[in-house]
């Protein structure tokens, strides 16, 4: 019997305080006017001080726990993919894994930038595939406010904070039809934060080549969308949803262009959460079943972008 990984419960979480673009207008020189324009973006949401990144993927994975209505126990494998945990280490999944009270299960990070969660539930999917595991929690949470520089207007205006999470577990229905990684190390220095352990004397500060990574974006994007309906032997026309990963309002219209795809079928949350990286695609998918847009036996493409340069998608029947 094939064994498939299905999504059984979702969960996110925001921090109450909002930065609206007019409050960045005071803070850099910058205007709603452009940042709407060039990006979508409205508003994000910002951490109070002293808040971490496990702390945000608890409470979004006490949702998803609670929308399964299963025990956090049953848990035997925990994924947090992000590029801000609390530490070097332990992982944020193993402070995760103690605030939840799981005890001895296989609990690790992925640092895959903005494709963070797509690695997630990639990797998650083959060891439920190949029945090593049978439920997983996978999540993305990530405290970007902390690695942007305020004074910079190039990239302060695109991110924000929040966390959102997923609770699957093997079954025979689909499920997760297949998932597709890519990484090209050539492009590290496109989108970076550099300094940290091995070079303390450079700000840990996220840069960003924003035009070329752009062009970039909608190249490879393009490229995995086409390459996962290949594999699966679809057609457009049978998808049911896009969730794309929130960096730009215009990357994404370009990928549904490509994929005829109506921008009503397209889960847009960059709006009001801007670029929270790993954490974008698990907190829009949140918010579309949650509100009755994503049902049961729905197809959905999950696809994202980021440093590394890190891109992939995930095909999945909801
Ligand atoms: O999460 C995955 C990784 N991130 C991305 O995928 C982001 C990809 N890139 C983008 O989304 C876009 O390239 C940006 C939104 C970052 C920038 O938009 P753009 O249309 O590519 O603008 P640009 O970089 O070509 O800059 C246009 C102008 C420049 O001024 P000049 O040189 O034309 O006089 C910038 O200095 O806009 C200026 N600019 C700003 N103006 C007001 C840059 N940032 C701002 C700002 N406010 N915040």
New binding site residues.
Partial sequence: MSLYTRIIGTGAFLPEQVLTNQE?EVM????DE??RE??GIRERHIVAEGECCSRLAEVASRRALADADIDPATIDFIVVATTTPDQVFPSAACFLQQRLGIRDCCAFDIVA??TGFIYALGVVDQFIRTGSIRRALVVGAEILSYIVDWQD??????FGDGAGAVVVEAGPEPGILSSHLHADGTYTDI?QVPGGVGDRKRDPYIE?R??E??KV?VTTLSDVVEETLRANDMQNSELDWLVP?Q??L??LQAVARRLKLPLDRVVVTVDEHA?T?SA?IPLAFDVAVRDGRIRRGETVLME????GITWGSVLLVY
Wanted: charged share 15%; net charge positive.
């Fill in positions: 960045l850099l020189d910058t205007s452009w940042i060039r990006t930038g903005c207007r190039d990239t302060a205006v695109l989108l960003m924003g035009n990574l752009f974006a990963h960096a730009n215009r990357i670029n990286s974008s994202a972008f980021g440093g």
